[in-house]
């Protein structure tokens, strides 16, 4: 059962299952984050809800070096934009980030963390199963 939360906002259990779209492991998509609230959606998920062309699909853990990195490449994630409803990452927010991005990032070494079980499985379009398990922050 949600909970009101501050602004009028409802929060979930992280492990509720939000919608039928399936994880990276094969199982329900779990939420990715409420605080911030994530998702091309803002829904707290990493789901495409049945659209085309939804790509912020990876639900990753930020680090200072991620955001800096992402910075240098043209996409600031740190700096607040408050008409977009978007409060700025900070180190150890946990982000749906968009797939190409990702790729980029775990291309030149510099990939964040990704939480698999919140990780939409179209993500396997773009990158192996192998290299998301290198940097999920849940399976080791």
């Not at 259990?13 to 329900?28: F, Q, R, T, Y």
């Not at 495409?48 to 991620?66: I, N, Q, R, W, Y």
């Not at 607040?80 to 797939?99: A, I, K, N, Q, S």
Request: glycine share 8%; net charge neutral.
């Amino acid at each position: 059962m949600a909970a009101a939360g501050w602004l009028g906002y409802h929060f979930r259990p992280m492990s509720e299952e939000i919608s039928k779209e399936k994880n990276v492991l094969g199982g329900p998509l779990r939420a990715c984050s409420f605080a911030p609230v994530t998702g091309y959606f803002r829904d707290g998920c990493c789901a495409t809800h049945g659209h085309d062309g939804v790509a912020h699909l990876v639900c990753v853990k930020v680090t200072a070096e991620f955001l800096e990195f992402s910075r240098a490449r043209g996409n600031d994630l740190s700096t607040p934009r408050p008409e977009m409803r978007f409060r700025g990452l900070h180190p150890g927010d946990r982000w749906c980030l968009h797939v190409l991005r990702w790729v980029e990032a775990w291309e030149a070494g510099m990939a964040p963390q990704v939480v698999l079980e919140a990780t939409h499985e179209q993500v396997l379009k773009f990158a192996p199963l192998s290299a998301l398990k290198r940097h999920a922050l849940d399976v080791h």
